[in-house]
């Protein structure tokens, strides 16, 4: 076999087959494959595309270049969900408690923030002392025991994709569908996991920008997780505006205890009872979406969600107390208000402006390698739809000594006002549901 | 500048520019840009194709990055010809004297075969004592005192071709338009020449096989040639069937004192004199190709170009006596011919994989770093359109220990032997003439 005829046949639009794919991303890993036919490879993949069996293929040969975690022993569908990223998305903090809360384990290995999007890993760590570099085993122990373990990806899960993604990172290939769904999938079927449910974000701060490339993404995405015989199911959810009412990593856990306590944003609690109906269902604790509602909604307002979260923070050595004490968040030691040029409605909320906003305050990184600052971000007051006076508060930003004149501009440039007799519709939430 | 843009830009379809292809090609050969970002970037070529600006700002790049001969003190207009690869192509060897004895200067760079097609270079060491591998500076005093020099490519010439080029070969991204035609003309132009003629190749023992590729190879080559203000003519010309009487390292240089003695196959005479009028217009030797055509054929006829070729010969270390005793040269030790299994007409002989019999009795190479034995080839005795009797010979090859039943096996795949009353034309042996 020859890295060669391999790229010369996925160049042609060929289908390259498993044992092909396994010969270029071992050789990849072995040195074999340089790295150099191995980018122009993934450029004919761009062009060319992959078939469900091809991406297929690719998935399990990146999941299985590393460690795949073994959960059979644990009784129980063990269910996760993975969202495709957004802004002010924490949807896992509330929900992976209140799932585990009814009785179907999470084991989540999670993403840190890159860009405009924050990660579920940096607003963990904002809780004092929670840790996410747990072993495999005490994530095991953890999915046992507590029925949540929440960590980062270790050197063990899927270097291969480590590897492609390093390569796809400097040669723009990394806006490939196929590829991007085998990075997602590879990483997160090493979790030990017996069903997904997806959140593919669709909108102006989601890397899919248009329903079309979400709904391929989706598709994609189901198609592996139902050729690795995973149960699966796809949400495509709007994020036409950032979720909830804050944007940053200590405030996002702020928002997410107000969800565990029965409270919080309308939308933040939809997303965390529909996605978790759906874990449920998954996960045989729910016959159907109206009972896993019922049960999610009821974790939530019974406070047993909340016990959950305590427990999974104690047990990831951080500091509980912030669930009664939230003044032992970081926070930040400034605000400044952005308010409304002009009176009018917001018609638009650019998303992806407000994460870059957030990042410039800190809140983000613009390279894997760069820290965060926990303390930082946006209060958001206004969302699309909404009427305001000129000089009225839309946003507030929580803040240190860095970014503000460059987040407000952003912030400037991301919402704009309209006339309120101009008919205006608001983006529904929930967009598309694609079975596996 | 990064070369992620660079990379992006192509991809997308856009058009890169001359400072952008320059940062490229110089940061691979500095390293500041990485191998693995060129293939990326070279596929993407292959996919969306390069502007003939783009292209010629490539061959400039490749050309600057290493030596370009300055012949400007030579008095005359120095002309070169390059074809793109045929089996049997033995006309630089007669033309360039030709030529030269015309009063036009010749300075010919040029390459060793690879695969089914034969290289200059290793025909004239077939010389005893012929060298190719003189210095520039040598090169340049022949260029001026004999009127010709026929050398190969030195390090010095184009090294960031050389780069590319062993990155296309091992990706895949060999075979495309734009990157073969800056390739050629990148070391081409490097010779210090002031006109090119092209002898585009075309039919089954050419790279291209259609007239459609090998137009567009014409035409992006003479665009090059013409945005490098160099004058050029393009001419294609069939390579449905071998060129002339033999095929093979000696047995071509003879076949070439054939036509420098004023006789040789019709069609090796025919490309040498209509190649060479080419030359003699564009080096302001002749006012039309008929006056050219006329000179050429005169110089063939006088001795004119054999005298000139015997001071080649002798100014590159070569015996010179081989053009009066041909038994200088190397010859092969046995002779085995291959005959016709029925009666017919010759309809097709796939001069390709007459080339690769060529190659398997060890008269071409496989690999850049493979030798050649000088004395093995074919004389092919029937062409196409020839009516021939079962069991006679259609070719006899000069063969030494190896590669014999191969080459047969080849050969009976390439003849097919129809039945003479099937009406067949014979392709033309000149396709199209592309003018810059």
Redesign the interface.
């Known amino acids: 076999m020859r ?2 005829d391999i ?2 046949k996925k ?1 042609d639009g060929g289908v390259v087959t498993e044992p092909e794919l396994k010969f270029l991303v071992g050789g990849l890993l072995s040195g074999e494959v ?11 993949v ?2 060319r595309g992959m078939s469900d069996d091809e991406v297929v293929a690719l998935t399990s040969t990146m999941l299985h270049s590393g460690t795949v975690v073994d959960l059979t022993e644990i009784p129980g569908v063990k269910v996760d969900k993975h969202s495709t990223g957004g802004v002010g998305d924490k949807i896992s903090l509330p929900l992976a408690p209140a799932v585990a809360a009814c009785g179907v384990p999470v084991p989540m290995i999670s993403g840190r923030g890159l860009g405009h999007t924050g990660g579920t890993l940096d607003k963990l760590e904002s809780i004092p002392g929670f840790r996410v570099d747990l072993s495999l085993d005490d994530y095991r122990r953890l999915v046992r025991d507590v029925g949540c373990c929440l960590i980062g990806q270790t050197k063990e899960v899927a270097p291969a994709d480590k590897k492609l993604y390093a ?1 796809r990172d ?4 990394v806006d490939c569908i196929p590829l991007i769904s085998g990075s997602i999938l590879s990483k997160k079927l090493a979790e030990g996991i017996d069903g997904l449910v997806l959140d593919v974000k669709v909108g102006s701060g989601a890397f899919m920008k248009t329903r079309e490339q979400a709904t391929t993404l989706a598709r994609t995405m189901v198609a592996i997780c139902a050729g690795m015989r995973k149960s699966v199911v796809a949400r495509l959810t709007s994020m036409e505006q950032p979720i909830g009412q804050y944007v940053g990593n200590a405030l996002e856990v702020m928002e997410s205890l107000d969800v565990l306590e029965g409270k919080g944003p309308a939308d933040t609690v939809a997303l965390t009872v529909e996605l978790g109906a759906e874990m449920l269902v998954l996960g045989r604790a729910a016959k159907d979406l109206d009972e896993g509602r019922a049960k999610i909604a009821r974790s939530l307002q019974d406070g047993s969600a909340r016990e959950k979260f305590g427990q999974i923070i104690a047990a990831q050595h951080g500091d509980r107390r912030v669930l009664d004490d939230r003044s032992r968040l970081p926070s930040a030691p400034k605000k400044t208000d952005f308010t409304a040029a002009r009176a009018g409605r917001v018609v638009a909320a650019d998303s992806e402006a407000v994460g870059v906003a957030s990042l410039l305050l800190g809140g983000g990184r613009l390279r894997a390698e760069d820290g965060v600052d926990p303390r930082v971000g946006l209060q958001i007051h206004a969302r699309l739809g909404d009427v305001v006076a000129a000089g009225q508060p839309i946003a507030t930003l929580h803040h240190a000594d860095r970014g503000v004149e460059d987040a407000l501009a952003r912030l400037h440039k991301a919402y704009v006002i309209d006339d309120p007799a101009t008919p205006f519709a608001v983006p529904a939430l929930f967009v598309d549901r694609i079975a596996g």
Do not use: C, G, P, S
């Open positions: 890295a060669y790229i010369q160049r340089k790295d150099y036919q191995l980018t122009a490879f993934l450029m004919a761009y062009f390569l400097v040669t723009a290939t």
